[in-house]
């Protein structure tokens, strides 16, 4: 049987101290059943998707040489929200850095 040495063990108590505190500043409850889950939502978030990202594909083919200086501000200005927007609907899974070195360390220490 393995025995776990001094090092291995401090990395797991490290791992363990980064994420209680980010487990435990949830607001959510997770066991609630929300209504973004149904198929008639899930439809109507794809079809404003769609929308966004035709509006967006307009904006790249404009011709902005002849457009004012404010246009041009205010069309960057829609620019950055539309890709917000699209990114907070979140279609994916987002990782961040802490997250990933937590991962690393830990199948480091299983295998």
Same mark, same amino acid.
């Given at each position: 049987?393995?025995?776990?040495?001094?090092?291995?063990?401090? &990395?797991?108590?490290?791992?363990?101290? +980064?994420? !209680?505190?980010?487990? *435990? $500043?949830? %607001?959510?409850?997770?066991?609630?059943?929300?209504?973004?889950?149904?198929?008639?939502?899930?439809?109507?978030?794809?079809?404003?998707?769609?929308? &966004?990202?035709?509006?967006?594909?307009? +904006?790249? !083919?404009?011709?902005? *040489? $002849?457009? %004012?200086?404010?246009?041009?501000?205010?069309?960057?200005?829609?620019?950055?929200?539309?890709?917000?927007?699209?990114?907070?609907?979140?279609?994916?899974?987002?990782?961040?850095?802490?997250? +990933?070195?937590?991962?690393?360390?830990?199948?480091?220490?299983?295998?």
């Amino acid at each position: 049987m393995k025995t776990i040495t001094k090092f291995r063990m401090a &990395l797991l108590l490290c791992a363990l101290a +980064i994420t !209680a505190p980010v487990l *435990s $500043n949830t %607001t959510e409850p997770t066991n609630t059943i929300t209504a973004t889950n149904s198929p008639a939502n899930d439809a109507e978030a794809k079809a404003k998707a769609e929308l &966004l990202i035709r509006r967006l594909e307009e +904006i790249k !083919a404009m011709d902005k *040489s $002849n457009l %004012t200086r404010v246009e041009k501000r205010a069309l960057r200005k829609e620019v950055k929200e539309i890709k917000s927007t699209l990114k907070a609907s979140g279609q994916g899974v987002y990782l961040s850095v802490g997250a +990933i070195i937590i991962i690393i360390l830990l199948l480091i220490l299983l295998l």
